[in-house]
């Protein structure tokens, strides 16, 4: 696991070494373990890679970065891991070429090397890498198949610049700032960019499954190396659900054990959900020996806590448990800290508990494995399960709903943490969704802009530019209608779109903020692929998401488990937005920082926290996301 960053000049132009060494710094807490770089001056011109190592595969100085063939032709830049790296050595190996080092990354050398572009389909990882050939002059940029690693890069004049973070990429020489106004509607409407954009106009944000190929006449448009694909089940019957959980449970469980290979200690995070709770199952039972476990609590939240779930898995499998217990202060004291490392706004809140359950364990372990992308892949967010809702809800007759029910629901006082509370809430985003298709109902109960806040903009019409874009990405991305059942379009839309933008984003900042390696086997192609073959009664059915993930497991985890309600892996954010964070809530998002947005509406924004604080509404997302976006232009003004 590493951080990487490179140039590639077009124009013969010199690449000052300084630059590479500035941004190298800025990766360090990617890779504390060692910082290399190196410059050619020939070939396609001046081509600068470098990269900050965490050692994890053969931690011996000979698996450091960048790392070159033996004839000094081919050079490699590569942050990941790739799981089946020791097939493909042997396969290598029986072709001819001569291993130095045991590590992985010279694995993807000698692959790309051999095959080009044509290796990226044969790894089975977790990456972003750059390829360079000094004899043709050419080489590629790629990142993995479901964006779990970052490549931010840069297109300007007669060079090519990337980075693993944007903060790194701001080293290479001057870069554009002027700020991408279409990201920031972005930000405010979803609580995340999405690729290509970044919150800088001229920085892109290479797109999951794609690689960037350049070459002496300069770099050419991302093009797309993997599809997920998105089955119209036609090969299931009913009769085959069973022999479907035995396969599930194998493809997990190979998921997990090809995720464990690692020359330093590992562990998992344990939320006491349905996910980490299977990845610990299958972890306990490969190592043959305690695995470690973490979780995080809050102190005085109980509705936030899932730690005595947690205790139960680890009981069950014998884990070393750890557990950290978050006070209000300690989650107030760590918010300035993590908002000054991110390179753009982060509008999920969760990387606060992401950070600070990472910095605890990296105490104990190097890598550790979640259980992200199950609920993408098996329908376990309330937005799936809104399908169903919606046509249970219309079918009660319009004048109860349009009397009774809805003025109720609007003069409710909202907050998160009580499950009545939190049932609430979804009911009055089950509204938001109109008489639209499947895919726009699912972008408009996605959205953290409430309707009728688009005054927050000052272009409101933006706001529905940007659902609109999302809703026709959606249908570039998973097809039309009628081309697979529309709860897996759905489902493949997210784990192309929001996952890699929203949830791997803020998974692979906080941890990486403390030099921890966190691998995903819900990821893994093999199960990816099976979840997205499965119909989508298998996963809900009669409002009980990911319906044949809990019976895969019946048996081998404890019923509290398999039967609870999905709980979200969140802080409080809304409770402390009413109350000790308000105070720096108001002097951070102030008038004058938001008027520099110039696209912000300061009144709007006075409108939002007071109903949040009065509790007519729990505004906590779009509060949060305006929080880290003035947060990051305060400090960026510094800067200028």
């Known amino acids: 696991m590493c951080g990487i960053c490179g140039i590639v000049r077009f124009d013969q132009a010199p690449i000052r070494p300084e630059w590479l060494s500035r941004a190298c710094e800025a990766l360090r807490h990617r890779g504390p373990d060692h910082s290399g770089q190196w410059v050619e001056r020939g070939g396609l011109g001046p081509v600068g890679l470098a990269a900050t190592r965490l050692a994890i595969l053969d931690p011996s100085p000979a698996g450091n970065q960048p790392m070159h063939d033996g004839l000094g032709r081919y050079h490699v830049v590569f942050n990941g891991e790739v799981y089946n790296y020791r097939t493909l050595r042997r396969e290598l190996a029986a072709s001819g070429y001569a291993f130095r080092t045991q590590s992985d990354t010279e694995v993807v050398l000698a692959a790309c090397m051999r095959w080009g572009r044509g290796a990226l389909s044969r790894f089975n990882g977790m990456w972003a890498l750059a390829f360079y050939d000094s004899e043709s002059g050419t080489g590629f940029l790629s990142r993995d198949r479901f964006g779990i690693k970052p490549l931010f890069y840069v297109v300007e ?365 819900f990821l893994d192609p093999a199960v990816v692929e099976r979840a997205m073959s499965y119909p989508a009664c298998w996963k809900i059915d009669r409002g009980r998401g990911k319906r044949i993930l809990a019976d895969a497991y019946r048996g081998r985890l404890p019923d509290e488990i398999l039967d609870r309600a999905k709980q979200g892996f969140e802080v409080p954010i809304g409770e402390y937005l009413r109350g000790p964070l308000l105070g720096m809530f108001r002097d951070v998002v102030a008038r004058g920082t938001v008027d520099s947005l110039r696209i912000v509406n300061h009144a709007a924004v006075e409108a939002l926290l007071q109903e949040h604080v009065s509790r007519r509404a729990d505004h906590s997302e779009v509060l949060w996301a305006l929080l880290t976006l003035c947060w990051w232009k305060r400090n960026e003004r510094r800067r200028e």
């Not at 060079?159 to 790194?168: D, K, M, P, T, V």
């Not at 995340?192 to 300069?218: D, K, M, Q, W």
């Not at 659900?241 to 290979?261: I, M």
């Open 157 to 521: 004049g007669s060079s090519l610049r990337f980075a693993s973070e944007i903060g790194a990429i701001l080293c290479l020489a001057e870069v554009n700032r002027r700020v991408d106004e279409a990201a920031l509607v972005q930000h405010l409407t979803f609580g995340y960019i999405a690729h290509p954009r970044t919150i800088y106009s001229a920085v892109r944000r290479l797109a999951p499954g794609h690689c960037v190929e350049f070459g002496a006449n300069g770099s050419g448009a991302p093009s797309r190396y993997y599809d997920v694909p998105v089955s119209n089940n036609e090969a299931w019957r009913a009769d085959d659900y069973s022999e479907a959980c035995v396969d599930l449970r194998r493809a997990l469980a190979d998921a997990v054990v090809a995720r464990r290979v690692s020359d330093v200690p590992i562990g998992a995070f344990l939320s006491g959900g349905l996910d980490s709770s299977i990845v610990v199952a299958h972890l306990a039972e490969a190592m043959g020996r305690p695995v470690q476990t973490f979780s995080v609590g809050y102190a005085g939240h109980e509705g936030y806590d899932e730690t005595t779930y947690a205790r139960l898995v680890a009981a069950q499998f014998g884990t070393e448990h750890h557990e950290l217990v978050l006070t209000e202060r300690d989650v107030l004291e760590a918010i300035p800290a993590i908002l000054d490392q991110l390179g753009e706004p982060v509008g999920d809140s969760s990387i606060i508990p992401t950070s600070l359950v990472s910095r605890f364990t990296r105490g104990s372990v190097t890598v550790a494995l979640s259980g992200d992308g199950g609920d993408e892949l098996f329908g376990g967010y309330w937005r799936y399960l809104a399908h169903d809702a919606r046509q249970a809800y219309r079918a009660i007759p319009r004048a109860v709903r349009r009397w009774a029910i809805e003025p109720a629901l609007s003069a409710m006082s909202i907050a998160r943490g009580s499950p009545l509370a939190n049932r609430a809430r979804q009911l009055r985003k089950l509204l938001r969704g109109g008489d639209g298709a499947p895919l726009e109902r699912h972008v408009a109960w996605s959205r953290i802009l409430p309707p009728g806040a688009e005054s927050l903009v000052s272009d409101p019409e933006a706001v529905g530019g940007c659902v609109a874009e999302a809703a026709s990405t959606a249908t570039r991305l998973v097809g039309g209608s009628g081309a697979a059942d529309e709860l897996n379009r759905i489902l493949a839309f997210d784990v192309q779109y929001s996952l890699p933008s929203d949830m791997l984003q803020k998974v692979d900042l906080g941890s990486m903020m403390h030099s921890l390696e966190v691998r995903v086997p």
